[in-house]
């Protein structure tokens, strides 16, 4: 049996005689976070769908040391997966939930109680069609549901694309917590999304590896504090910063507040929209009452 | 016995304990899949469009016939809950095959097409829990509406002191059954094979069309008037699960019929009529299994999503 959390090796797949991945090789050890990137038609979608043992494929794909396609109630009960486009279920919240943690032998509470921390609260929504819900309230029972307990390996297409700073920063917090023990597949179009969340970037294009790098990056827990001076008040850039959680001092012309780790770049896109405005910035040490009133 | 064999005899029975309850966890599992699956295609089901209309043709069907005073008219030597029953078998004929072939492969490619399979076949559902669960599930949804519409009649019909034929309701709603079971199978097996909505749609239209022009008044007639060879025209007939449905359905009133046609005469002078009837659900049922089987073969051979 391999040792790799996921194993794989002369992956080919073709489409109508058309090759999407080709004689593809890759190894993640136990507990490692790679971002899979690459532009579209790189084949991300395709090689997420062979590791979820849905495809047929060329070559060796094994996840915890089985194959996915052969022994799949096994393996996928510890795989977690947040697709890039959430399906379009008519079901109720409450039926999902039930549907998923039966299959899966997992604790509905423990589900519900990760939505509640990104901001989700599951009661009042039971039994509201899931079709119905918001795209960031799919994406975060999705999310839930992906990190269930027993889960070892998490596969995530976007996972953070439709969701508020505040539940981006929880959701670093849910994958920090699972560090240790889960090996996490974060795929992405652009790295800038998702570099922060890893230690490897795997980039793919034409079905092929291009790069395949480790990257420094902080602990995924990180938060920053954060001063922001603005030349003068302006509503969008006050209401810009309060979503972001900061809060308004000196006659809305000075915000504080923290900023997770891996969404430092995010922050300074949003704040690139104000630059005319913007006078100061402060980044850096963690949040203090002390550094918040200073 | 050898000292070997008595050491080796409790690990022989342990591994025997091993592979048993290993057989067993695998079945307690592809049940639940099974119900889980065949529950969620049953609730999702109710709440699509499709089934409220499905619904209401079935119902409206039987409020219609009674409202047209069926059960007082004597017609061709049906009377009573007879005639109407005859007529609403026949409606079912015309409108069941092409609503479950429809419904099903735009049900099941249109999932496959917006991701559904992509999310939930991530989850550990084994394919055969997967697949036979939906097919359960569906055939529920498909076979209900047309069953508890005809027993609403017959509830009617009892509550207006008329003579119901308990005999003919039973082998209809059989017969009913094995049709909806059949047509699902087909459909089933379109959906494996065509891999979108589009594609799924027009095979599940030409299969029918295929099938209705293959009845005993359309093409099998001609056939007869050409001179074809009778064991071709009488094996189409045989082979068609319409035509054996509508033989099978008119054969339980008058067999002289002329409505029967000329191969369904054919047939039911050499079956005679009960073993025609055990044909009549039978083979649908087998025809409507075989598809299914090969429906899943496919499936789970392919590419998922």
């Known amino acids: ?43 991300k979608t395709t090689l997420i769908r062979c590791l979820l043992g849905q495809y047929r494929c060329d070559g060796v794909v094994e996840i915890l040391g089985r194959s996915p396609r052969r022994d799949r109630t096994r ?49 009042p929504l039971r039994r509201r069609a899931f079709a119905k819900l918001s795209g960031g309230q799919k994406q975060k029972l999705l999310i839930a549901i992906a990190l269930r307990p027993g889960t070892r390996v998490l596969i995530m297409d976007e996972p953070a694309a439709n969701l508020d ?33 890893v230690e490897r970037v795997v980039e ?6 291009v790069l395949d790098q480790r990257i420094a990056s902080g602990a995924l827990d990180e938060r920053l504090a954060c001063r922001i001076e603005l030349s003068r008040a302006e509503d969008s850039a006050r209401d810009a910063l309060l979503a972001w959680g900061f809060r308004a001092r000196t006659g809305e012309r000075v915000f504080v507040g923290s900023v997770a780790g891996p969404d430092r770049l995010r922050f300074f896109g949003m704040l690139a929209r104000y630059a005319g405005l913007v006078e100061g910035v402060q980044l850096g040490g963690s949040p203090t009452p002390e550094r918040e009133r200073a | 016995m050898s000292e070997e064999a008595l050491v080796a005899e409790p690990e022989e029975a342990s591994s025997r304990r091993r592979t048993g309850s290993s057989v067993a966890r695998r079945r307690s599992s592809l049940l639940r899949d099974l119900v889980q699956v065949a529950t969620l295609d049953l609730s999702e089901s109710i709440r699509a469009h499709w089934f409220a209309v499905y619904a209401v043709v079935f119902g409206g069907v039987i409020v219609l016939l009674f409202s047209f005073g069926l059960t007082e008219s004597r017609i061709l030597g049906f009377l009573g ?16 095959p092409v609503f479950v072939l429809i419904t099903t492969v735009r049900s099941v490619a249109g999932d496959r097409e917006a991701g559904v399979f992509e999310y939930l076949l991530a989850l550990p559902v084994s394919l055969a829990g997967w697949f036979w669960g939906r097919l359960l599930g569906r055939f529920a949804v498909v076979f209900l509406p047309a069953f508890l519409a005809m027993a609403a009649a017959s509830g009617w019909a009892t509550f207006q002191q ?3 034929p308990w005999a003919t309701f039973g082998i209809y709603t059989a017969m009913l059954a094995a049709l909806c079971w059949c047509f699902l199978g087909i459909g089933m097996l379109i959906s494996s094979l065509a891999r979108s909505v589009d594609l799924a749609q027009g095979a599940a239209f030409v299969v029918w069309l295929f099938l209705v022009l293959f009845l005993d008044l359309i093409l099998l007639g001609v056939m007869v008037q050409e001179q074809l060879p009778a ?75």
């Open chain 1, 75 to 123: 393996i996928l009960g510890e795989v977690g997966f947040v697709p890039q486009l959430p399906p379009p279920l008519r079901m109720p919240v409450g039926q999902l939930l039930r549907f998923a943690s039966r299959l899966c032998g997992a604790d509905s509470a423990a589900i519900e109680n990760d939505a509640a921390r990104l901001g989700l609260e599951i009661p």
């Open chain 2, 81 to 96: 809950l007879s005639r109407l029953l005859v007529t609403y078998i026949q409606l079912c004929m015309a409108i069941l």
């Open chain 1, 165 to 197: 700073p505040a539940a981006r920063s929880v959701l670093f917090e849910l994958l920090a917590e699972r560090s240790e023990d889960a090996t996490m597949v974060i795929s992405s179009h652009r790295l800038d999304e998702v570099a922060a969340l």
């Open chain 2, 162 to 164: 008329i003579e119901v």
């Open chain 1, 204 to 209: 793919l294009d034409r079905g092929r590896i």
């Open chain 2, 231 to 305: 064991e071709t025209v009488v094996a189409i007939a045989l082979v068609n699960p319409l035509q054996v449905f509508r033989t099978a359905a008119l054969s339980l009133f008058d067999p002289e019929l002329v409505l029967l046609g000329p191969s369904a005469f054919v047939i039911l002078d050499a079956f005679g009529r009960k073993a025609y009837l055990i044909f009549a659900v039978a083979w649908p049922v087998a025809l409507g299994s075989l598809c299914a089987t090969l429906g899943f073969a496919v499936f789970r051979r392919s590419d998922l999503p």
């Open chain 1, 1 to 43: 049996m391999s040792r790799a959390a996921i194993q794989i090796d002369g992956l080919s797949k073709s489409f109508q005689g058309v090759p999407v991945l080709e004689g593809l090789g890759l190894e993640l050890p136990a507990g490692q976070r790679i971002a899979l990137v690459g532009p579209n038609g790189a084949g």
